[in-house]
C-alpha cells in the first residue's frame, strides 16, 4: 500500500470512528440524528443569514431567539449546537449596539471571548483588551479561526486606544494566520474565503481593513506605501478565491506542471489538517486519541508547509507572473513607482465597509486621500448611474431586453432624456465623491486608474465636473491591480499588422449585423488580417488561430457571471471540438504570446444589479496572463452604429503613431462630437485595460 493510500485510510478510520463516537453519544441522550438534523432549526439558520445579508437585524434576532428555542428542546440547553445558536444570537445583539443583553448571554456561558467583544462595542478599549489577550492566550492555537478573530479583536482595541504600533502587530498576527490558513484548505473551502465569519462574527477581511487604516492613521510615508501594499494584498486574494472556483492548467506545458505540484502541495497540507481536525472533535466529545498523534501530524503539517514555501520561493524567482496565480506578494510601492514614467500617475482605489481609500503615485511621490463614503453608498451611486435605460438602441438585437429577474421593455424619449439626464448628474456626483478630492494633485497628463470592487464598473472617462469630462483632461487606462504593471510593461510589444477577426458568431442570440462591418472595416485597415463571420466564427479558431495574431478582435455577444467570475465568457460558434462558449479559466490556458491587443467589442454586461467588478478583473487577468499586454472593453450594450465608428477611428489612430490610451481618448471624443451621439452611452463604456503605450 503506498504512503498516499495508507495516510487516506487512515483519515477515513478516524473519520468513521468520530460518527460513531457522536452517535453512541447522541443515543445515550436519547436524542436522534433525525432531530440533531432537524429541518426546522436548518431553515432559520438560513433565515437567519438571510435576513442578516439584508441589514434587517430585529427580525434577524427574533428569529434567531426562535431557533434556540427549537435547539432547547430538540437537543437541550447544554449542546453544543444549542450553544452555538445562543452565541449567535449574543453577536446578533452586538451589532445592534444592544451589549448588555449579548453580555448577559456570554456570562452565563463564561464566554470570554464574547465578554471581549461587549467591551469592545461599548468602546472599553483596555478592558477588550485586557480580556481579549486572556483568551488569545488560553486557546488552542491549532483551532485558527479562534486565533483569527482574537487577534482582530486586538488590533481593534489598540486602535481604539490610539496604540497604532501595537494595532498593527495584532493585524499583521491575524493575517499572518489567515495566510498560512489558505494554503490548507480544499478549492471549495476557499471560495468567499475573505468575507467568511470566523469568531466572534469577525470576517477575515476585516484584519486587512483594519492594518490598512490603522498604518494611514500612523501617516509615515513608509506606512502610506505599506497601506497600498495590504490594498493589494486583497486584491491578490481575491484573484485567487476565483482561480480556485475552477482548476486552471496554464498556457503552456511548465506552466501546467507548476501549477499541478501547487495543487498536490495543497491537497497534501488538506489532508494532514482534516486529520489533525477529526482527532481534535474526538478529543472534545472525551474519546481517547492515540498517544503523541496529533504533535505527530502537527510536526507533519510544519513540515508540509516549509516544503510548500519553498516551492512557492522557487516559482518566484522563476516565473512572477505564474506565481501571483498561486501565492499573494504583492510588490511594493517604489518598486510600482519604479515602472511609472514622468508623464504617468497610478490612481489606486481600496472600498472598505465604512471609507474608500485612494492613493496616487508618481515616480517621485505617493499620497493618500480619505473619502468619508461607505461601500454600501458607493454601490448605490453606480446602480444610480448604469441601471437606467440611457438609450433605446441597445447592440443587443431583441426588441425587450430580459435581465435576471425581471423584463424591461423599450421606452419612450421622453423617459430616456428623463435618465440620460440622471446619468449627468450622478456622473457628477462620482466625481466629487471619488475625483474631486484628487484631482487638484494629478499632474501628469496620462492616469492609470486601478479600481477596487464595483468601481471596476465605472466608466471614469465619463465623470464630469459639471463642465468637463475626465477624459477631456486625462488620457485614462485601467488596471486590475497595480500588481499587473510589472507584467504589461514586460509584454509591452510594436508589431500591430496581424488582426484575427471573429464577428457575428452563429449562437442562439439575435446576430450581431453592425459586428460584420466592424469585421470587413478591420479587413482593409490591415495587411495581414484573417477574418471569421457567422458559423465560421468558433471558438475552435479561437483557440488554434490566436497565437499567431498581433490584434484578436471579437466582435461578438458575451456572458457574465457575477457570483462565479471564472464561468464568464465569449460567446462563439460551437463545433464539434468545442462548445462555443470561450470562458475565463480557458482564456488562461491560450497562448497569446505575439498580442498587442485584445479588443471585446460587442461584450455586454448584463446590468440587474451591480455587484463588484470580478468578472471584468476575471477576464483581464486571464487575458493579460495569456500574452497580451493590453485590452480594449466595454462596460454595457453600446450602440451599433457609434460602436462601429469609434473602432474604426481608434484602429487609424493607434495605427498612425498615438499610444492605445490616446487613440482611444480622440476616438471618444470624435464620437461625441457627432450629432446624436454626445451622450456618454456612446462613448464612455470603451475602456483601456492594461499596457497604455
Known amino acids: 500500500m503506498s504512503v498516499k493510500s495508507s495516510r487516506r485510510n487512515g483519515v477515513l478510520v478516524c473519520v468513521t470512528l468520530c460518527f460513531l463516537f457522536m452517535l453512541a453519544a447522541l443515543g445515550?441522550?436519547?436524542?436522534?440524528?433525525?432531530?440533531?438534523?432537524?429541518?426546522?432549526?436548518?431553515?432559520?439558520?438560513?433565515?437567519?443569514?438571510?435576513?442578516?445579508?439584508?441589514?434587517?437585524?430585529?427580525?434577524?434576532?427574533?428569529?434567531?431567539?426562535?431557533?434556540?428555542?427549537?435547539?432547547?428542546?430538540?437537543?437541550?440547553?447544554?449542546?453544543?449546537?444549542?450553544?452555538?445558536?445562543?452565541?449567535?444570537?449574543?453577536?446578533l445583539l452586538l451589532d445592534l449596539g444592544k451589549w448588555e443583553e449579548a453580555y448577559d448571554i456570554f456570562s452565563q456561558q463564561n464566554n470570554q471571548s464574547g465578554l471581549s467583544k461587549c467591551h469592545l462595542v461599548k468602546k472599553d478599549h483596555q478592558e477588550a483588551a485586557m480580556l481579549f489577550g486572556l483568551a488569545l492566550e488560553k486557546v488552542n492555537k491549532r483551532a485558527v479561526r479562534s486565533v483569527i478573530g482574537l487577534q482582530i479583536g486586538l488590533g481593534l482595541a489598540y486602535e481604539g486606544m490610539a496604540e497604532y504600533s501595537r494595532s498593527v502587530d495584532h493585524f499583521h498576527g491575524a493575517i499572518e494566520v489567515i495566510e498560512a490558513e489558505w494554503k490548507t484548505l480544499s478549492p471549495e473551502a476557499k471560495k468567499e474565503f475573505l468575507n467568511a465569519k470566523v469568531e466572534l462574527g469577525f470576517s477575515r477581511l476585516e484584519a486587512y481593513e483594519g492594518l490598512a487604516r490603522v498604518l494611514l492613521k500612523l501617516g509615515d510615508g513608509e506606512s502610506i506605501g505599506e497601506a497600498l501594499r495590504v490594498s493589494e494584498r486583497v486584491k491578490s486574494r481575491v484573484l485567487l478565491e476565483m482561480l480556485a472556483t475552477r482548476e486552471v492548467r496554464g498556457k503552456s506545458a511548465e506552466d501546467e506542471a507548476v501549477l499541478r505540484q501547487d495543487r498536490e502541495h495543497q491537497r497534501g497540507l488538506t489532508e494532514v489538517r482534516k486529520q489533525i481536525e477529526v482527532l481534535g472533535e474526538m478529543g472534545q466529545m472525551g474519546q481517547e486519541v492515540p498517544r503523541g498523534e496529533v504533535d505527530r501530524l502537527q510536526s507533519a503539517l510544519e513540515e508540509k508547509e516549509k516544503a510548500y514555501g519553498k516551492f512557492i520561493e522557487e516559482v518566484k524567482q522563476k516565473n512572477s507572473e505564474l506565481s501571483s496565480l498561486i501565492s499573494v506578494d504583492p510588490p511594493s510601492f517604489s518598486e510600482i513607482q519604479s515602472l511609472l514614467e514622468g508623464d504617468v500617475e497610478?490612481?489606486?482605489?481600496?472600498?472598505?465597509?465604512?471609507?474608500?481609500?485612494?492613493?496616487?503615485?508618481?515616480?517621485?511621490?505617493?499620497?493618500?486621500?480619505?473619502?468619508?463614503?461607505?461601500?454600501?453608498?458607493?454601490?448605490?451611486?453606480?446602480?444610480?448611474?448604469?441601471?437606467?435605460?440611457?438609450?433605446?438602441?441597445?447592440?443587443?438585437?431583441?426588441?425587450?431586453?430580459?435581465?435576471?429577474?425581471?423584463?424591461?421593455?423599450?421606452?419612450?424619449?421622453?423617459?430616456?432624456?428623463?435618465?440620460?439626464?440622471?446619468?449627468?448628474?450622478?456622473?457628477?456626483?462620482?466625481?466629487?465623491?471619488?475625483?474631486?478630492?484628487?484631482?487638484?494633485?494629478?499632474?501628469?497628463?496620462?492616469?492609470?486608474?486601478?479600481?477596487?470592487?464595483?468601481?471596476?464598473?465605472?466608466?471614469?472617462?465619463?465623470?464630469?465636473?459639471?463642465?468637463?469630462?475626465?477624459?477631456?483632461?486625462?488620457?485614462?487606462?485601467?488596471?486590475?491591480?497595480?500588481?499587473?504593471?510589472?507584467?504589461?510593461?514586460?509584454?509591452?510589444?510594436?508589431?500591430?499588422?496581424?488582426?484575427?477577426?471573429?464577428?457575428?458568431?452563429?449562437?442562439?442570440?439575435?446576430?450581431?449585423?453592425?459586428?460584420?462591418?466592424?469585421?470587413?472595416?478591420?479587413?482593409?485597415?490591415?495587411?495581414?488580417?484573417?477574418?471569421?463571420?457567422?458559423?465560421?466564427?468558433?471558438?475552435?479558431?479561437?483557440?488554434?488561430?490566436?497565437?499567431?495574431?498581433?490584434?484578436?478582435?471579437?466582435?461578438?455577444?458575451?456572458?457574465?457571471?457575477?457570483?462565479?467570475?471564472?464561468?464568464?465568457?465569449?460567446?462563439?460558434?460551437?463545433?464539434?471540438?468545442?462548445?462555443?462558449?470561450?470562458?475565463?479559466?480557458?482564456?488562461?490556458?491560450?497562448?497569446?504570446?505575439?498580442?498587442?491587443?485584445?479588443?471585446?467589442?460587442?461584450?455586454?454586461?448584463?446590468?440587474?444589479?451591480?455587484?463588484?467588478?470580478?468578472?471584468?478583473?476575471?477576464?483581464?487577468?486571464?487575458?493579460?496572463?495569456?500574452?497580451?499586454?493590453?485590452?480594449?472593453?466595454?462596460?454595457?450594450?453600446?450602440?451599433?452604429?457609434?460602436?462601429?465608428?469609434?473602432?474604426?477611428?481608434?484602429?487609424?489612430?493607434?495605427?498612425?503613431?498615438?499610444?492605445?490610451?490616446?487613440?482611444?481618448?480622440?476616438?471618444?471624443?470624435?464620437?461625441?462630437?457627432?450629432?446624436?451621439?454626445?451622450?456618454?452611452?456612446?462613448?464612455?463604456?470603451?475602456?483601456?485595460?492594461?499596457?497604455?503605450?
Open 346 to 693: 497610478l490612481l489606486e482605489y481600496y472600498t472598505t465597509n465604512e471609507k474608500i481609500y485612494a492613493w496616487l503615485v508618481s515616480r517621485e511621490d505617493i499620497r493618500v486621500y480619505e473619502i468619508g463614503m461607505s461601500e454600501k453608498e458607493l454601490k448605490d451611486k453606480v446602480d444610480r448611474l448604469l441601471l437606467p435605460n440611457i438609450s433605446n438602441r441597445p447592440r443587443k438585437a431583441e426588441p425587450v431586453i430580459v435581465f435576471v429577474g425581471r423584463e424591461e421593455k423599450e421606452i419612450g424619449e421622453s423617459e430616456r432624456e428623463e435618465n440620460r439626464k440622471r446619468f449627468q448628474s450622478v456622473s457628477k456626483e462620482l466625481y466629487e465623491a471619488v475625483l474631486a478630492p484628487v484631482s487638484m494633485d494629478i499632474k501628469a497628463k496620462n492616469l492609470i486608474v486601478v479600481p477596487h470592487g464595483v468601481l471596476h464598473k465605472v466608466p471614469f472617462g465619463a465623470l464630469t465636473d459639471g463642465s468637463k469630462y475626465l477624459i477631456d483632461r486625462y488620457t485614462i487606462s485601467v488596471l486590475p491591480s497595480a500588481s499587473v504593471l510589472e507584467y504589461v510593461v514586460k509584454k509591452r510589444k510594436e508589431a500591430k499588422e496581424k488582426a484575427l477577426v471573429l464577428a457575428n458568431p452563429k449562437t442562439e442570440h439575435m446576430p450581431l449585423g453592425y459586428a460584420e462591418v466592424e469585421g470587413r472595416m478591420l479587413e482593409s485597415l490591415f495587411s495581414n488580417p484573417e477574418a471569421y463571420y457567422r458559423e465560421k466564427a468558433t471558438e475552435t479558431k479561437a483557440k488554434h488561430r490566436a497565437s499567431d495574431f498581433n490584434v484578436i478582435h471579437f466582435a461578438t455577444h458575451g456572458e457574465f457571471n457575477e457570483r462565479q467570475p471564472m464561468q464568464s465568457g465569449l460567446l462563439l460558434t460551437k463545433d464539434d471540438e468545442n462548445d462555443g462558449y470561450l470562458q475565463v479559466h480557458e482564456v488562461f490556458e491560450m497562448d497569446l504570446k505575439n498580442a498587442n491587443l485584445v479588443t471585446l467589442s460587442a461584450c455586454e454586461t448584463a446590468l440587474s444589479k451591480i455587484q463588484g467588478g470580478d468578472d471584468l478583473v476575471g477576464l483581464s487577468r486571464g487575458f493579460i496572463y495569456a500574452g497580451t499586454p493590453s485590452i480594449l472593453a466595454t462596460l454595457w450594450k453600446v450602440d451599433d452604429s457609434s460602436t462601429s465608428r469609434l473602432m474604426e477611428i481608434f484602429y487609424k489612430n493607434w495605427k498612425s503613431g498615438m499610444s492605445k490610451a490616446e487613440a482611444l481618448r480622440v476616438a471618444q471624443e470624435a464620437v461625441r462630437e457627432m450629432k446624436g451621439y454626445e451622450h456618454p452611452f456612446y462613448w464612455a463604456p470603451f475602456i483601456m485595460i492594461g499596457d497604455w503605450k
Open 28 to 91: 445515550a441522550t436519547g436524542i436522534s440524528y433525525s432531530q440533531l438534523l432537524d429541518g426546522e432549526a436548518r431553515g432559520l439558520d438560513n433565515k437567519i443569514w438571510g435576513l442578516y445579508l439584508e441589514a434587517r437585524y430585529e427580525e434577524a434576532i427574533a428569529v434567531a431567539k426562535d431557533l434556540l428555542a427549537v435547539r432547547e428542546k430538540t437537543l437541550g440547553k447544554n449542546h453544543p449546537s444549542t450553544n452555538w445558536s445562543r452565541n449567535n444570537l449574543a453577536l
